[in-house]
């Protein structure tokens, strides 16, 4: 394995969507499988994202944005919102994804999915070629179903990962392996 190819070693990793508001009221949409819950307390997660991304710009200057995990049901939509658009251009119309009004920040959710986390913007930190975004968790909207056990319910909708490049797995095995 290459050096640089690191990355195909930590993998599949949990493939997310996160959508943000400009400051002229236009939405963004793009998907993102650097990503990980930080913190119980406060809800933090963080996502990595390239610099000068509008997902950085626009949560930022709005203060908000949100997360949502990929599943079965709308993959190659939200993985094709990875497009470069310019700002004032949606990339939900773009790839044919509604938007819906979230509860608790300005920023869309995702209709189609049955699961999304609204953020508070909390921070971003340089690190290397990209900046580590951080959301504080304020509200989760759920369908009946998507949850299983404290839990996305992937046995049922399927979560959708990042192996490299165009590879991508859906998991829908769980097992339970004993941790004394």
């Keep these: 394995m290459n050096f640089t190819d690191f990355i195909g070693a930590i993998s599949p990793r949990p493939t ?10 236009n939405s963004n949409l793009g998907p993102y499988s650097f990503v990980s819950p930080l913190s119980f307390d406060p809800p933090l997660v963080g996502i990595g994202v390239g610099k000068g991304k509008d997902t950085l710009l626009n949560a930022r200057e709005i203060g908000d944005f949100v997360v949502t995990p990929l599943t079965e049901g709308w993959k190659e939509k939200g993985v094709k919102s990875e497009i470069e658009l310019e700002r004032d251009k949606s990339e939900f119309e773009e790839v044919g994804l509604s938007e819906e009004e979230s509860k608790k920040v300005r920023s869309p959710s995702v209709k189609e999915a049955p699961l999304n986390l609204e953020c508070e913007y909390w921070d971003d930190f340089e690190v290397g070629d990209h900046h580590l975004l951080i959301g504080k968790v304020v509200h989760v909207s759920e369908e009946k179903g998507a949850v299983k056990n404290g839990r996305l319910n992937i046995e049922k909708i399927g979560s959708v990962c990042h192996v490299r490049g165009e590879e991508f797995a859906i998991p829908r095995d769980v097992k339970i392996i004993e941790r004394e």
């Design 16 to 25: 997310v969507c996160v959508s943000t508001l400009s400051p002229e009221g």
